[in-house]
């Protein structure tokens, strides 16, 4: 069971346009919320967090935005750089229950920023 | 660079051979990783050390052993493997396994696992 969802698979933007990466989840006790970016051949490379306490994260060229209430989060990145192109992770975890340490990623979006 | 080392990078193993991965980092992080991602999946957690000791086993089967001698190092001992254990096994460490307070995970490059 997909606890953690990227329904869109692709997004494709021109370079200096806004890209929204979206994410939405099912666990209410989630309390974490991550943005991973991953290069072929790569690790996945943290981006930016968000706690359950805020509803919105600001670092640079990227925000990520909360929405609890609709379990919904979103990754924005304002210029888009062909840099930025890459597959994108959500991930979730949470403190409570026997999930300790555990991350719940999504299936990723690839991201493509032409010029 | 990656702050978390990975070796090897490549890896072909027959269905008899034994091999080992290798992690290592030198963050003082006290929560390492194994993860496995096969191609256009999320990676899929294997194993979680915490403070030197296992605290998860995702019902990984025995021909996967973690091992973690000491806080900077974590290995995976690999025996009678599948072709379909072939995959991208990434590392990761954290400075806790607590998800409020930790530091997000930093990730290895991985070791591109093929088996024949």
């Known amino acids: 069971d997909q606890q953690v969802k990227q329904n869109s698979p692709s997004l494709s933007v021109q370079e200096g346009r806004i890209s929204i990466l979206n994410c939405d989840y099912t666990n209410s006790m989630f309390d974490y919320f991550l943005w991973y970016k991953k290069y072929p051949a790569e690790g996945p490379t943290f981006l930016i967090s968000?706690?359950?306490?805020?509803d919105k994260n600001e670092d640079g060229r990227f925000t990520v935005f909360l929405n609890k209430s609709a379990k919904h989060l979103s990754l924005h990145i304002v210029p888009s750089q062909p840099g930025d192109s890459a597959v994108y992770f959500c991930a979730a975890s949470t403190d409570r229950g026997s999930t300790l340490g555990r991350l719940y990623f999504g299936r990723g979006t690839q991201l493509t920023v032409w010029p | 660079d990656t702050e978390v080392t990975q070796t090897p990078k490549h890896l072909v193993m027959g269905m008899t051979n034994k091999k080992s991965l290798k992690c290592e980092q030198h963050m003082g992080h006290r929560a390492m990783y194994w993860y496995k991602q096969k191609a256009k999946k999320p990676p899929e957690l294997m194993f979680v050390y915490s403070y030197e000791k296992l605290s998860i086993n995702e019902s990984v089967p025995s021909r996967f052993s973690p091992e973690c001698p000491n806080s900077s190092l974590l290995n995976l001992h690999l025996h009678a493997l599948q072709p379909e254990d072939s995959a991208l096994y990434l590392c990761?460490?954290?400075?806790?396994?607590?998800?409020?307070?930790?530091?997000?995970?930093?990730f290895g490059n991985g070791t591109r696992l093929t088996v024949t």
């Open positions: 990761a460490s954290s400075q806790v396994a607590m998800a409020v307070t930790a530091t997000p995970l930093h």
């Open positions: 968000i706690s359950s306490i805020k």
